[in-house]
């Protein structure tokens, strides 16, 4: 016979967990591949390449190139470089192949004038509600690279140029090589399941008869790595997808409804009527799958002679944080916007937060908490110090604790008194709907060595996540948001 203690247990179990509908509506948030790919054909004209680093430059058409000229070509790269937390590095256990900038080159072929826009458009953008027109797209070019025998490129994910950065091109060209296909890799899914893709290139231009080449476009937070090359050479040019801040609004005429939309919706709709379901009201928090870069600062140091400047420019920078959260509603990716469209659309109290980690200024790799903001605090500077704890720091920013509701309340009820970290009130309790494993580097830790293909200061990936407040049964709209 069970011991009362155990027994105890159960019960704890039984009240306490999270709701069932939230397992539900989990598995219908369905994730769509983060790329697009294919082949297009082009006219010969579109294959002259003109390049040079010094004097006179060379021409040759990458349709018809010969070994001696590729070979070259490839004598002319410097050897390409990556990011990693600010700088730029040279190392060929992780990146071995040449690149020309793009003043040492010219291709007469314009990806921003070829079909490749719509395709972006209507492949990678689907979700997207601004509908956004082939002109709101900047293709920007990038690079030119050439990857010889043994070259390749391990996992990394591209270094954002800009907030309005989503994604990356690469169109790779008819030359004779054998491997260097591209490896995609989801993030944010659950431990030990981990989709990959293939972009293989070389296996994608030896089926086309016409002069061709092949292309991918995918966000440039997933995680893609190039496997070695085992012959010839694999010439490929890279682009920065940008969005342009629209400034007429959206056109009409354009209405895909992405597929696993409407999943969701049901599964959302049917938890929402169910009175059993959160009844006297809830937090929600989705972690979004997709990272987005945002812009990231440093707190004003403390200065004595001069406070109200201080004040006023950390406002500044505060208010510019909040707005470049809020302009990432429309541009959500993939099931991410999926997710927050439809929770809108059910009138819920929706808003985009940045998790920020608090961590113990004793132990910085111990987190604390979780502080929940409407933007990207100001990371705190050595010379500022913080002498005090993460999370009343961030607090006194802007922020605000939250946590497991699961936890929270089961504390309570074995100890009854309700549960603070070193915050006199304690925090918002929440449901984790799905909760990607935070990257270390994102967040308090200030510390912002993420692994891109080159260095940049300012702006870094982001976890993004959704609050989203639900109403007492019967009650769901407590708060009206408007439409952004
Ligand atoms: O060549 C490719 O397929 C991808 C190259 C790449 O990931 C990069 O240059 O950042
Ligand atoms: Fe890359």
């Known amino acids: 016979m069970a011991n009362v203690e155990q027994l105890e247990d159960v019960n704890h179990q ?46 040759i058409n990458l349709s018809r190139a010969s070994a001696a000229q590729l070979q070259h070509l490839a004598d002319t790269c410097a050897p390409a470089s990556f990011g990693v937390g600010g700088e730029d590095i ?19 072929f314009d990806a921003s004038r070829s079909c490749l826009a719509d395709v972006i458009r209507n492949e990678l953008l689907v979700e997207n509600p601004k509908k956004v027109k082939s002109e709101d797209l900047n293709i920007e070019l990038y690079k030119l690279n ?4 043994d070259a390749f490129f391990k996992a990394h994910v591209d270094t954002p140029r800009s907030e309005l950065m989503f994604g990356s091109l690469v169109i790779v060209f008819p030359t004779p090589h054998e491997g260097g296909a591209l490896k995609l890799r989801a993030s944010g899914h659950e431990e030990g399941e981990n989709p990959e893709w293939t972009f293989d290139s070389s296996a994608l231009l030896a089926q086309q008869e016409q002069p061709s080449i092949a292309y991918v476009a995918f966000f440039s937070d997933v995680e893609h790595e190039v496997m070695p090359v085992t012959s010839g050479h694999r010439v490929t040019i890279t682009y ?6 629209a400034e007429s609004e959206p056109p009409e005429e354009l209405t895909s409804i992405s597929t696993n939309e409407q999943s969701f919706k049901n599964a959302l709709q049917a938890a929402l009527e169910d009175q059993s379901f959160l009844p006297t ?11 987005y870069p ?24 505060e208010a510019r944080a909040k707005r470049a959260l809020h302009a ?7 099931s991410d916007r999926v997710i927050f469209k439809v929770l809108r659309e059910c009138a819920l109290d929706t808003s985009l937060k940045i998790l920020h980690e608090a961590s113990d200024g004793d132990n910085p790799e111990a987190v604390e908490g979780y502080v929940m903001a409407d933007g990207v605090l100001p990371m705190p500077t050595t010379r500022y110090g913080i002498g005090m704890y993460a999370s009343e720091y961030v607090a006194e920013q802007g922020g605000q604790l939250v946590e497991d509701a699961v936890v929270l309340m089961e504390k309570q009820a074995k100890w009854g008194q309700s549960v603070g970290y070193h915050l006199e ?12 494993r935070l990257r270390s580097g994102k967040g308090f830790k200030a510390k912002f060595a993420t692994y891109g293909n080159e260095s940049a200061l300012g702006v870094v990936y982001w976890s993004v996540w959704i609050f989203v407040r639900i109403g007492p049964a019967g009650q769901r709209e407590m708060a009206q948001v408007s439409e952004e």
């Open 14 to 59: 039984e009240t306490f967990r999270q709701p069932k509908q939230l397992q539900h509506l989990r598995s219908s948030i369905v994730a769509k591949p983060p790329y697009c790919q294919g082949t297009l054909a082009l006219p010969q004209k579109d294959f002259t390449l003109f390049y040079g680093t010094e004097g006179d430059a060379q021409r």
């Open 425 to 436: 009130d304690h925090g918002a309790p929440v449901y984790w709907v799905d909760h990607p």
């Open 294 to 317: 945002l812009a990231t600062y440093y707190c004003e140091p403390y200065n004595p002679r001069d406070e109200a400047a201080r004040e006023k420019k950390t406002q500044a920078m």
């Open 328 to 334: 990432l509603e429309p541009r959500l990716k993939a």
């Open 281 to 291: 009201g809830g937090n929600l928090m989705f972690g979004l799958k997709h990272q």
């Open 146 to 149: 050439v990857y010889g025998k």
């Open 240 to 245: 920065n997808l940008f969005y342009v801040p």
């Open 90 to 108: 040279y190392d060929e256990t992780y990146r071995k192949a040449g690149k020309l900038d793009c003043e040492d080159f010219a291709i007469t």
